[in-house]
């Protein structure tokens, strides 16, 4: 099958700047995230979508970022003014209804810099 | 807040089993625990996962203390191909979304 696929692979910005990614997750999977990957450290939740409703965006920084999943399969993860600490990697995940109980399938992630 | 928390990096030799241990401590009694890998410029990639019980599947075993406070993941024979950061993380908090540790880096020596 087809995995998670997320475009573009790298972006380069100044602060202040906006930028978008984007995600295709695996056919049939309801359950969607956003994480971010600081350098050399772990994936962190920025939020997840259940079809197209939000479940949980409690660590999403709403004054900057924002996300949306029209028609519950593709989804777009929004930057705007990017900051200096918002270079990271964006990582996308999809999962069946209870990812939780399946396990997550990861895209390679959109690797943003804030120059 | 819930805190994950793993050894930055171990090393093995090729052939030989790895244990890679992670403690969880605040986990509470619904969150699953899950061990993903990583490769430099891919995405985290699935291992395993579970409850309560042992599991085991085609790449892993997942021991799981009686409290749940830690697991620890196990490959059976490492080979250089199983080189790579790998993280522990566990689900909770009313959604099921991950929250990950800062990951173990794993050198396997041929």
Redesign the interface.
Same mark, same amino acid.
């Given at each position: 099958e087809a995995g998670?696929a997320q475009s573009p692979r790298y972006k380069i910005i100044e602060k202040r700047q906006s930028v978008a990614f984007w995600c295709n997750p695996i056919s049939g999977h309801a !359950?969607l995230?956003w994480y971010q990957q600081i350098l050399?450290?772990?994936?962190?939740?920025l939020i997840?979508f259940q079809n197209n409703g939000v479940?949980?965006d409690?660590q999403l920084p709403k004054d900057r970022f924002s996300a949306e999943r029209l028609k519950g399969v593709d989804s777009t993860l929004k930057i705007q003014p990017a900051k200096l600490e918002d270079s990271a990697v964006y990582?996308c =995940?999809s999962?069946t209804s !209870?990812? =939780?109980?399946y396990?997550? !399938?990861?895209?390679?992630?959109t690797r943003l810099t804030v120059v | 807040d819930a805190k994950?928390t793993q050894p930055n990096s171990m090393e093995s030799n090729e052939e030989e089993p790895v244990h890679l241990p992670c403690n969880h401590s605040t986990i509470s009694g619904t969150?699953?625990i899950?061990w993903?890998r990583q490769l430099p $410029?891919?995405?985290?990639?699935?291992v395993i996962?579970g409850?309560t019980s042992n599991v085991n599947n085609r790449m892993a075993s997942l021991a799981i203390a009686e409290d749940r406070k830690s697991s620890t993941l196990i490959l059976h024979r490492a080979t250089l191909r199983d080189a790579a950061v790998y993280?522990c993380?566990h $689900?909770g908090?009313?959604?099921?979304?991950?929250?990950?540790?800062?990951?173990t880096h794993l050198i396997i020596q041929p």
């Open positions: 998670v !359950t995230y050399g450290q772990g994936p962190k939740l997840q479940v949980d409690s990582l =995940a999962s !209870t990812g =939780a109980n396990g997550y !399938t990861f895209g390679s992630g | 994950t969150d699953y899950h993903y $410029s891919q995405g985290p990639e699935y996962h409850l993280y993380a $689900s908090g009313g959604a099921d979304g991950l929250t990950f540790g800062k990951g």
